[in-house]
């Protein structure tokens, strides 16, 4: 199946899913995170769910990162080259929806540089067995991962298991360490 037909069939499956099962499957991810040994790091990059996307819902997550006083970084996304920038999350973050429904910093804040986060988080529709992901087709995070260091950890939050056969990739195509799902982490890098 193309990339195409997968992001259609996956965001279809998704906006089926019922406001509490993407809770209850968000919490259930953000469980199955605990168990992860990634909580030594220092800088955290979240993505911010867009709810009418109904993406896995980060809060969560968010909660966790703060329980355990670490750095978030979050992103504003510019839809003219479809790049990125990051800023730190302080309780002065002043948190905007655009035109496309994603939350996001208004732009002011302290800046961070991709190649000092450790860790990031990489909302998705689907991946397959190895960590090839398929997302909504603009390439924002391949551009910005592309910009981490070769060590940052790309883990994948997604409410459904890997495909059992490979995603068509292209030469641009920056895949997950890890997939994290309400049931079940995957490890890539084995």
Known sequence: MEKKALRNKYKQLRL????QDVEDYS??????LLTLDIWDFKMYHLFL?????????????????QGKDKNVVISKSDFIDYSMSHYLLTDDTRIITNNYGIPEPDGMGISIDENQLDVVFVPLLVSDSIGNRVGYGKGFYDR???KCRPTVLKVGLSFVKPLDYQIKTNPNDIPLDMLVCPDKIYDFRQ
């Open 16 to 19: 089926n899913l019922s406001p």
């Open 27 to 32: 919490l259930q991810i953000a469980n199955k």
């Open 49 to 65: 769910s867009i709810e009418k996307q109904k993406e896995v819902q980060t809060d969560f997550l968010l909660h966790i990162l």
């Open 144 to 146: 910005f991962l592309k």
